[in-house]
């Protein structure tokens, strides 16, 4: 999946074009910010909806180092399963 440049204090991952849940199809991205009193990177997964609605962020541990957020990227990239749970559930693999 295809990395997103904007800045070198914030990345993004592509972790899929498209995703259905619920009959909605989301695009999902892996977002890593750096952020003032955070060691590293403060990850989110953020699934944005093809039709438009709100989109929804889940928060990930932070990520100390970026070799840390690409292990995150590889881990996550194309999980349709565990991805659509972290949407249900709002955290977390």
């Known amino acids: 999946m295809g990395k997103i440049g904007r800045g070198t204090s914030w990345k993004a991952h592509r972790l899929m ?10 695009t999902v991205d892996l977002v890593a910010r750096r952020a003032t009193g955070v060691q590293g990177y403060r ?12 989109e929804r ?4 541990p932070n990520a100390a180092t970026n070799a840390d957020v690409n292990r995150m990227v590889r881990e996550l990239a194309g999980q349709e399963e565990v991805l659509t749970r972290m949407y249900r559930e709002g955290s977390g693999p």
């Open 17 to 26: 074009d498209r995703l259905e849940i619920d009959g909605r199809a989301h």
């Open 43 to 54: 990850v989110t997964v953020v699934f944005l909806p093809h039709d438009g609605g709100p």
């Open 57 to 60: 962020e889940v928060p990930l």
